[in-house]
């Protein structure tokens, strides 16, 4: 909590053309359009534009920058009763390694103890893999289980990348890759950690080339990142939690670029969610495995981070507050105006900005 009690879900909506929202990723990822933001010096003035590939120009020797190496898994799977009623589960966070909490459309079909079975990524045939509804939670999600040993074939079989619920579309193949950063490494999310899309091996080559230090943590984004701000006073939103694995040697090297009076840049706001969660009051870093349900939003003071590469986010989010916090809430609002008077493409598969100095 901020201790803000004036903020209100208003201060954090604008009008968005439907056509600006990206439903297909670019070509290539780092040809994406790149927003430079100073809240210090153009916070009234024109922010440029630049391709995403001079990323690199912006960082210097020494500085730090922070990827989530966090891997979406295959979440959102189809299934059928007996009776041949159609069932859309998709995963939110695992209980333990065969029980999932999930989100069940037309749970109200199904009942406690039923099984249900999976079908292939076609769309239409039947598999060989069932899951079995535990309960109905109070929040409105569903506690299932698959059969010991078998989930990891069964989402393999059977599951489909879980595209964002404004890309209007179903996933195909180019998003098994697509919807992945080329770092992601442990599986557990079921969103992707999107201001990473744009980097590819030739630019991460090209920091490393530059001795920017490369810094891993991860975080399992969940869905709860979608889920909309539904109270009019910002305070009262409670937050969704998600697991995070922020190790020994990321908060060392951290702590040596801040000792080296070096910077630091956070790719998304996941990666600054983890690191506000793992920084103490004096701007020390400390490891930590755990879940996070920190809600980052005007006047918090960012202790983490120097810098945030992040793409363009949804009206009277939580993500949209955060990026606020970080640039200030009137920067942020004539930014977004800029980005839409010059038709950026907006939300997972668009373009993004960078955010040079935090305010």
């Not at 989930?151 to 996933?171: F, M, N, S, V």
Request: net charge neutral.
């Amino acid at each position: 909590m901020n201790g803000c009690t004036k903020m209100l879900i208003d201060d954090f909506d604008y009008q968005l053309p439907a056509e600006l929202i990206a439903q297909e990723p670019l070509e290539k990822r780092s040809e994406s359009r790149m927003m430079i933001l100073d809240p210090m010096k153009n916070a009234d003035r024109e922010c440029p534009i630049l391709t995403f590939s001079n990323l690199p120009s912006f960082l210097q020797e020494g500085d730090a920058i922070v990827f989530n190496d966090t891997k979406v898994i295959p979440a959102r799977l189809f299934a059928r009763k007996d009776t041949g009623a159609k069932i859309e589960i998709l995963l939110l966070s695992p209980l333990t390694d065969n029980r999932w909490k999930v989100f069940m459309r037309n749970a109200k079909r199904v009942t406690p103890g039923m099984s249900l079975q999976l079908m292939l990524k076609d769309g239409e045939t039947l598999s060989p893999f069932t899951v079995s509804l535990v309960n109905k939670e109070p929040d409105g999600s569903c506690i299932i289980d698959f059969p010991p040993g078998e989930r990891e074939d069964a989402l393999a079989q059977c599951g489909h990348l879980p595209l964002p619920p404004y890309i209007k579309r179903t996933d195909t193949k180019m998003d098994s890759e697509r919807y992945q950063t080329v770092y992601a490494n442990i599986p557990g999310a079921v969103a992707a950690p999107t201001a990473g899309l744009h980097f590819t091996p030739a630019v991460i080559e090209e920091l490393k080339n530059k001795g920017v230090e490369i810094a891993k943590l991860t975080l399992h984004v969940g869905a709860g990142t979608f889920k909309p701000v539904d109270v009019q006073k910002i305070e009262d939103h409670v937050m969704h939690a998600e697991t995070y694995m922020f190790p020994e040697e990321t908060a060392a090297l951290l702590n040596r670029v801040r000792k080296n009076g070096k910077r630091i840049l956070a790719v998304g706001t996941t990666s600054l969610r983890t690191l506000e969660s793992c920084v103490d009051e004096q701007g020390v870093f400390h490891a930590a495995t755990g879940d996070t349900s920190i809600f980052i939003y005007p006047p918090y003071r960012i202790k983490s981070a120097d810098m945030l590469l992040t793409n363009f986010h949804l009206p009277k989010s939580t993500l949209l507050m955060l990026v606020s916090a970080f640039a200030g809430m009137e920067t942020v609002r004539s930014a977004y105006q800029q980005a839409i008077q010059a038709k950026m493409r907006f939300f997972s598969y668009g373009d993004c900005m960078l955010i040079q100095n935090k305010i």
